[in-house]
């Protein structure tokens, strides 16, 4: 099986480049921003242009950037390549677009390929169906290193989505709160809340909190090496490879729906 790596020469991609080596799969090459300054991992062979990347996989892993997210799905669709889609921030029109070129090519879309933040997604789930909003506030705070460029983590927003999922609703129906500073008035029922915290080189921590009038209980998650997600993300791409087109989830590739 021939996979390729967009953005090879990013803390990802060069992680994904070993793994694909590890898994004992071939490289058939990434891709650097054009105009980008960095270097691709010591033998990878650097392809021009997206257009060629996805000419000569069979599936291609994406962590770049969500701007990139709709043109690499499309092309996924257009020359018949599974994508296994990493990239965080995707808003939802993008997220959308994503979903519709999934009809014509098989695509993992994950905000987080670690098998236990997916287990965590299920347990925030199962916690908010027993857990009434009205009583218990869900809130969310994440930490990641100082380079990421957008908030909340979509690990996060899952973990939101989740939540709400558990109560029978959606996270725009839920509502909410993010960024309180100043005279924000009191906490609106039922809202969802999130904070970023943004230091050093933090891989990733999430935490989930419901808090009630008399009890807290907190769910947290903490990554300690990208390999987590690199392992999960070629597990992925051995996974979509051969299967219909769709939108699929980490949970897909783990079996756990
Ligand atoms: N779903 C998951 O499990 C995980 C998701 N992520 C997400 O993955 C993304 C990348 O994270 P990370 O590796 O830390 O970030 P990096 O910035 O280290 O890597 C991204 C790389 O993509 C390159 N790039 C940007 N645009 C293009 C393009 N058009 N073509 C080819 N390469 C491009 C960048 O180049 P340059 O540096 O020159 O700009 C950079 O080298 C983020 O959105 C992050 O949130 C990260 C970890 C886990
Ligand atoms: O940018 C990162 O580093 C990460 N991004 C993903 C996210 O936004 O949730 C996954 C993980 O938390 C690391």
Not at 27 to 48: E, H, M, Q, W
């Amino acid at each position: 099986m021939r996979i390729g790596i967009a953005g090879i020469a990013g803390r990802m991609g060069r992680l994904l480049a070993e793994e694909v080596a590890l898994a004992g799969l071939v490289l058939a090459g990434g891709t650097l921003r054009p105009g980008s300054a960095k270097a691709a991992p010591d033998g990878a062979i650097v392809l021009p242009d997206s257009a060629a990347l996805f000419a000569a996989s069979d599936v291609v892993i994406d962590f770049t950037q969500a701007a990139e997210a709709v043109p690499h799905a499309r092309l996924a669709a257009a020359q018949g390549c599974a994508l296994v889609l990493g990239s965080s921030g995707l808003d939802a029109a993008q997220e959308a677009a994503v979903a519709e070129a999934a009809a014509r090519a098989p695509v993992v879309y994950a905000a987080n390929f670690a098998p236990g933040v997916n287990l965590v997604l299920a347990l925030a789930e199962r916690m908010a169906a027993a857990l009434p909003g009205a009583q218990y506030d869900a809130e969310i705070v994440e930490m990641h290193h100082r380079q990421k460029v957008d908030a909340p983590s979509g690990t996060a927003v899952a973990m939101g989505r989740a939540v709400a999922a558990g109560r029978g609703t959606t996270l725009e129906e839920a509502g909410i709160e993010s960024g309180r500073d100043g005279h924000t008035g009191p906490r609106k029922p039922g809202a969802i809340g999130f904070a970023a915290l943004r230091g050093g080189q933090v891989v990733g921590e999430h935490t989930l909190v419901f808090a009630a009038a008399n009890e807290h209980i907190a769910l947290t998650h903490r990554s300690f090496d990208r390999r987590a997600y690199a392992t999960g993300a070629v597990r992925a791409a051995q996974w979509v490879r051969g299967r219909a087109p769709g939108l699929y989830s980490m949970m897909d590739v783990l079996g756990m729906r």
